[in-house]
């Protein structure tokens, strides 16, 4: 199965630049993403970008969840 690259938009400053490009397996499929003591939760919304000379899909974030114990 090939990989879809994806950027992550928005969510916690302190999320590192490294970590905001991503592979989903489908354009549907969610990116949850930990981060401290919890995820961060991306979706993406229908926008397209490029990276590297490569096209990759936009991922909002969405919302942020504890992580339960």
Not at 24 to 52: C, M
Not at 61 to 67: F, N, S, Y
């Amino acid at each position: 199965m090939s990989q879809i690259r994806v950027v992550l938009v928005g969510g916690p400053a302190g999320l590192p630049a490294e970590r905001r490009v991503q592979s989903v397996g489908s354009a549907g499929d969610p990116v949850k993403l930990p981060l401290g003591a919890g995820y961060e939760h991306f979706r993406h919304q229908g926008e397209r970008t490029t990276v590297d000379g490569e096209e990759a899909l936009v991922y909002r974030w969405v919302m942020r969840t504890a992580i339960a114990e």
